[in-house]
């Protein structure tokens, strides 16, 4: 027989407490527990939460942390709702202890939503000490490392403070040394690779903090939210220091191009058609300039996008080198539902105002506008060998296809974005894999 995680760590927290001073806030009323909500939901504007029929956050966006409110102890109803909607995400049960402090988070794709109830008390790692724990709510990252160091530590010989974090679970609190700051990193596990960097960190001797990862909708990297086991459950966002973005070359320019970013030549000599890889930066905004290969040092287009922290941008540039443009994408590389493929449509043609998408003959899409993109469509796939679609598209409201693109294989759990690029003439797609 399984047990649900919250009891699980409610029993390993009652051994630890065998052993040391367990540490929390000091929640005394014998008859209620304390819950602090955490919406780490990127797929709704906000979230209401009630539990045992009492509203602990109305209309929380994403990202947003409520600190500990009392809730009468027993088995009490757990009810999320996207704000405005009729059908609740979550509608399930938990035991709540009286005078226990509890964090509830609420995560997870919209085709796969997951809670996390976990007891908030550890054990007072002594003088010269401070604790940690590690819960893991990014979807399609997998298992993580976090690393804890000196800031601009070398991370390739450093060991994971907390190793092997699958997602939807929790680490035990770990004892952590003491001192004036730390940078951390987390890493897909057995990786170097950073998909989190945050400015320097303190951490009070006897503390317990919950290293909470989540996603902004990266397909890559992540977010961190900081929260303390104290008093009142309080709590801070860690912003991850670094952004991603591509470059995908719909433009009428002949030769190919050369993309700078504050003035350093990130990616050369992009071709018609081409898409680059994903290319990490610094989170914030960035001047992004584009030179055609065959004139260099003539600059084509400035763009200033704000490149948020742990997400995923998309540049297309489109239009003649007299009156080049770029069009900026945000990017939901969350995986979509078991058994599909997410695709999205954008239309960056050269002179087509306006295009209905069919997918396998059946509209899926209605009056995509030049310069814009769809919402994702989720398509059956097949695993691995995928399925395969075909794309159509039509000037909007008329039987005159511009475009057909048949034979495109989907694989499942990935997301796709087609693109439309060219004038109607010689109108052509480009298929990208996003994550």
């Given at each position: 027989?399984?047990?649900p995680r919250h009891l699980?760590?409610?029993?390993c927290?009652?051994?630890?407490?065998?052993t040391?001073?367990?540490?929390?806030?000091?929640?005394?009323?014998?008859n209620?527990?304390?819950?602090?909500?955490?919406?780490?939901?990127?797929?709704?504007t906000?979230?209401?939460?009630?539990?045992?029929?009492?509203?602990?956050?109305?209309?929380?966006?994403?990202?947003?942390?409520r600190?500990?409110?009392?809730?009468?102890?027993?088995?009490?109803?757990?009810?999320?709702?996207?704000?405005?909607a009729?059908?609740?995400l979550v509608n399930?049960?938990s035991?709540?202890?009286?005078?226990?402090?509890?964090?509830?988070?609420v995560?997870?794709p919209?085709?796969?939503?997951?809670?996390?109830?976990?007891?908030?008390?550890?054990?007072?790692p002594?003088?010269?000490?401070?604790s940690?724990?590690?819960?893991?709510?990014?979807?399609?990252?997998?298992?993580?490392?976090?690393?804890?160091?000196?800031?601009?530590?070398?991370?390739?010989?450093?060991?994971?403070?907390v190793?092997a974090v699958?997602?939807?679970?929790?680490?035990?609190?770990?004892?952590?040394?003491?001192?004036?700051?730390?940078?951390?990193?987390?890493?897909?596990?057995?990786?170097?690779?950073?998909?989190y960097?945050?400015?320097?960190?303190?951490?009070?001797?006897?503390?317990?903090t919950?290293?909470?990862a989540?996603?902004?909708?990266?397909?890559?990297?992540?977010n961190?939210?900081?929260l303390?086991?104290?008093?009142?459950?309080?709590?801070?966002?860690?912003?991850?220091?670094?952004?991603?973005?591509?470059?995908?070359?719909?433009?009428?320019v002949?030769?190919?191009?050369n993309v700078?970013i504050?003035g350093?030549?990130?990616?050369?000599n992009?071709?018609?058609l081409?898409?680059?890889?994903?290319q990490?930066?610094t989170?914030?905004?960035?001047a992004?300039?584009?030179?055609?290969?065959?004139?260099?040092?003539?600059?084509?287009?400035?763009?200033?996008?704000?490149?948020?922290?742990?997400?995923?941008?998309s540049?297309?540039l489109?239009?003649?080198?007299?009156?080049?443009?770029?069009?900026?994408?945000l990017?939901?590389?969350?995986?979509?539902?078991?058994?599909?493929?997410?695709?999205?449509f954008?239309?960056?043609?050269?002179?087509v105002?306006?295009?209905?998408?069919?997918?396998n003959?059946?509209?899926?899409?209605?009056?995509?506008?030049?310069?814009?993109?769809?919402?994702?469509?989720?398509?059956?796939a097949?695993?691995?060998?995928?399925?395969?679609?075909?794309f159509?598209?039509?000037?909007s409201?008329?039987?005159?296809a511009?475009?057909k693109?048949?034979?495109?294989?989907?694989?499942p759990?990935?997301?796709?974005?087609?693109y439309?690029?060219?004038?109607t003439?010689?109108?052509q797609?480009?298929?990208?894999?996003?994550n």
């Amino acid at each position: 027989m399984s047990l649900p995680r919250h009891l699980i760590v409610t029993l390993c927290l009652v051994v630890l407490g065998l052993t040391g001073c367990s540490k929390g806030g000091n929640n005394s009323s014998g008859n209620s527990g304390q819950i602090r909500v955490v919406n780490a939901f990127f797929e709704a504007t906000s979230l209401d939460y009630v539990v045992a029929g009492t509203t602990l956050a109305a209309a929380l966006p994403f990202q947003g942390i409520r600190p500990y409110q009392s809730v009468n102890n027993g088995v009490q109803t757990f009810t999320v709702t996207v704000t405005g909607a009729a059908t609740p995400l979550v509608n399930a049960s938990s035991s709540i202890n009286g005078g226990a402090q509890y964090t509830y988070v609420v995560f997870g794709p919209l085709t796969s939503v997951a809670t996390i109830f976990a007891v908030d008390s550890f054990t007072d790692p002594g003088s010269g000490f401070f604790s940690i724990r590690v819960m893991n709510t990014a979807a399609g990252i997998g298992p993580i490392d976090v690393y804890l160091t000196p800031p601009g530590a070398d991370l390739t010989v450093a060991a994971p403070t907390v190793a092997a974090v699958a997602y939807g679970a929790t680490s035990s609190f770990v004892a952590v040394n003491t001192g004036a700051t730390f940078e951390i990193r987390i890493t897909p596990t057995g990786t170097k690779t950073v998909i989190y960097d945050s400015a320097p960190k303190t951490f009070a001797e006897h503390s317990g903090t919950t290293i909470m990862a989540y996603s902004k909708g990266s397909g890559t990297l992540v977010n961190v939210a900081l929260l303390n086991s104290d008093s009142a459950g309080t709590s801070s966002i860690a912003d991850n220091l670094v952004a991603q973005y591509k470059v995908v070359n719909a433009s009428l320019v002949s030769s190919p191009l050369n993309v700078f970013i504050d003035g350093n030549l990130q990616l050369s000599n992009v071709p018609f058609l081409g898409v680059s890889n994903y290319q990490q930066t610094t989170a914030g905004t960035h001047a992004i300039t584009v030179q055609a290969q065959s004139t260099p040092g003539s600059t084509l287009l400035t763009l200033n996008p704000n490149l948020s922290s742990a997400t995923d941008t998309s540049i297309a540039l489109v239009g003649p080198s007299g009156g080049m443009a770029g069009v900026v994408l945000l990017d939901d590389n969350q995986p979509p539902a078991t058994g599909s493929a997410g695709v999205r449509f954008v239309n960056t043609s050269a002179n087509v105002a306006s295009v209905d998408v069919f997918v396998n003959f059946s509209k899926q899409v209605t009056g995509l506008a030049n310069g814009t993109a769809s919402s994702y469509v989720n398509l059956t796939a097949t695993a691995l060998t995928g399925t395969s679609y075909e794309f159509d598209f039509n000037v909007s409201g008329t039987v005159n296809a511009v475009l057909k693109l048949p034979g495109v294989v989907l694989l499942p759990t990935h997301k796709y974005t087609v693109y439309l690029a060219g004038p109607t003439a010689t109108l052509q797609g480009i298929v990208t894999q996003d994550n």
